[in-house]
């Protein structure tokens, strides 16, 4: 079985499969941006001044602090070589056009708390601002393993909203925070990206945010549309992305809930934003330590069976598919209501009124695990569970059990365990079809599986248990998931 080396690079692996990869040689260090610290002022709506999504729980408590800075720069603009070809390569169309976006980093206060890990998150955007929905889906996970994590804002409308916003944002924030903020080309995110994580393993620069601490790796992040930038990113950008050492600046990635298809890296503009389905370069091509994730929603939903691969197609890359999870679940719906509510004045819920319940079953829990198999892999080469599939039917669409669940896949303890039917969409208004369901099981159906509370307690405990040997459960979320069991009323 292929394993990485401890703190992999290209040179070590790409003999292996250089078939997938564009020709690329020993490329000049990416160049460094400037930043300065945007400083929290409380008060009134006219003069407070804080981070747009700054998280609404205190930090503090976790031994934790959250900053945010303007990053300035320069920007090479990028098109394909030979487009027509679908290959990766990328030249330099335009260089150095100026943008000024920004980072929200939040920290261990104290250096010797810090693991190493820099969780680099590519803020999603889909809403037409900022979301952060990796952090909030694992925010136990990473303060409690004392890792960093870094967002971006890498969309020219969000970084757009962040200095023009609309009347009701301004009801609730200061108007000047972001009057800086520039970025006129969606081809620039990918130097901004590659700058920025420079700097972060750029001890000696004082534009560091994190100068004090010893950055071992860099692990991109995101979720939905920010997964496909990760895929272009990872196979146009990553290899020539060097540090002066010749390490990569980017270690290792991890992609989630983002369908089938990459972002092209020319548009949008005079290309279409999205590479078209079946374009080879949808595909992950690289030799960078990477997970792919899906849920239940992405499969056939977004298409996401049409990039499947496993090690046997690109032994650096694993890809895990959910059962029973989807592209929202309750808990992300909740927590990721909070900055709608504070920031924006909005509702708390991007569907608040949907047909049936959204779906109780915690995408986090199994995203954390691989976070963590994911940093052992990088570091140690812990040889990460083999990929996982759901299984389909001709034409494409999931098999579901007799309680008309989904077969095959990671299969967290609920699924195991079920108390209804965990559907991947939900009806409603809005944004209601990216949320999952929940059909439960009548009085009879449940008194069936579970004739008692301790048939149901120790039927899930013995799948969390096989959860947590299979590597998609840590042993923090696994005895979380006990106590919520003990203190249910199944079966009482």
Known sequence: ??????????????????????????????????????????????????????????????????????????????????????????????????????????????????????????????????????????????TREGAVWVGMSTKPNTVDFLRVGWDAWFNVRNATRYSSMSMPEFRQAWDMLNQTGRLLKTPASGDNP?????????????????????????????????MPNGESIIDGYYIATGGSRAKHATGPGTMPESLPIGDARNMLLSDAPTFRFQTQTEVVGFGAFLVRQDEHDNPAMRYYEMAGGSHVDAELDVVGGQALVRDLDLAPSFCATPDVPINPIIIGFVQSALLERLSQWISYGTEPPASRFMDLLDPP??????????????????????????LPNNTGPGFCFLFGGFDSFDDETLSSLYPNHGTYVNQLAREIKRSEKEGFLLREDAATQRRKAAASNVGK
């Open 1 to 142: 079985m292929y394993s990485f080396k401890p703190k992999i690079n290209r040179f070590i692996s790409v003999g292996l499969f250089s078939c997938l990869l564009p020709a690329i040689g020993f490329a000049a260090p990416v160049s460094l941006p400037t930043t300065e610290l945007l400083p929290v002022i409380p008060g009134d709506p006219e003069t407070r001044s804080t981070p747009f999504i700054a998280w609404f729980l205190d930090l503090s408590l976790d031994g934790y602090v959250e900053e945010e800075y303007a990053v300035s720069g320069l920007a090479n603009i990028y098109g394909y070589v030979d487009n027509a070809a679908q290959s990766p390569e990328v030249e330099v169309i335009e260089a150095d056009v100026p943008y000024t976006t920004r980072i929200l980093v939040r920290r261990p206060v104290d250096p010797k708390r810090f693991n190493g890990t820099v969780i680099y998150e590519v803020l999603n955007a889909t809403a037409g601002w900022d979301g952060d929905p990796i952090w909030q889906s694992n925010f136990d996970y990473i």
């Open 210 to 242: 994190l100068a004090d601490l010893d950055v071992e790796r860099i692990i991109m992040v995101g979720y939905s549309q920010s997964a496909a930038y990760q895929v272009t990113h990872a196979n146009s950008f990553y290899a020539d992305a060097m």
């Open 397 to 422: 669409e999931i098999a579901l059990d007799a309680h008309g669940n989904a077969i095959g896949g990671v299969r967290p303890p609920q699924i195991e365990v079920p108390l209804g039917t965990y």
